[in-house]
């Protein structure tokens, strides 16, 4: 099943397709993990946005060796990290499939990075091995956008991580997805950066829940970003990305012209 959020007729909504549904008929749910309230409606006379209800998206960095080798963040003894490394971005960084997000000026080298993401469907504290997956209400594909010299330069990654819209996400979210061992790509104006697959992350999506909610209650419609492999690299205005995750679909983000900070 599909599950989206969108906008109709100036309201917002939230509703499921079935999976394999010709007709691409949205079944209108109360609320992101809300029941059917017998309205539907026809995919194309929507709007989609991003697929949550995001108090808080929490992200993984340094996830994939290649991509640390990329940047030169090995550990002294070329060993892998032991935990998670996490941080942060606010709900003001989600940004619509299909949008566009403008390069900031306040940048000189301004990333993409797409991963596999997925989106919380019950509280979850303390989670296990054994639940961990129970607490996922579906996964999709998210855009990591990154001012990577501020990245470099920052005392946190605030700035060079959760400015506004440098979260894509969407299309929506597919159920029934094992995360074990998905194809993630990127693509920039065609032409495929990045490929890998999920079982090559160092933590791969049950470590991530278990680690995560040992410390902070993941709430339902948050966020989670497992991680971006090699191949990241910059974006210029005009570019179009698009992050695709096996078994999910395609999350396009178009780049605009360089905004103001002010």
Known sequence: MRILKAQHAGRTLWGQIEDGDAGETV??????VGERTGETLPLSALTLLAPAEAGKIVCVG????????????????????KEPGIFLKGANALAEPGGTVDAPDWSENFHFEGELALVIGQRAQHLTPENALDAVLGYTCGLDLTARDKQKTDLQWFRAKAADRFCPLGPWLQTGLDPADLRVQTRINGATRQDSRTSHMIFNVVDILTYVTRYVTLEVGDVILTGTPDGVGPLQPGDVVEVEVEGVGVLTTHIGAAASAG
Not at 27 to 32: P, Q
Not at 62 to 81: A, F, K, Q, T, V
């Open 27 to 32: 079944h209108v749910i109360s609320g992101v």
């Open 62 to 81: 340094r996830n994939y060796l290649d991509h640390i080798r990329e940047l030169g963040n090995m550990l002294p003894d070329d060993s892998l990290p």
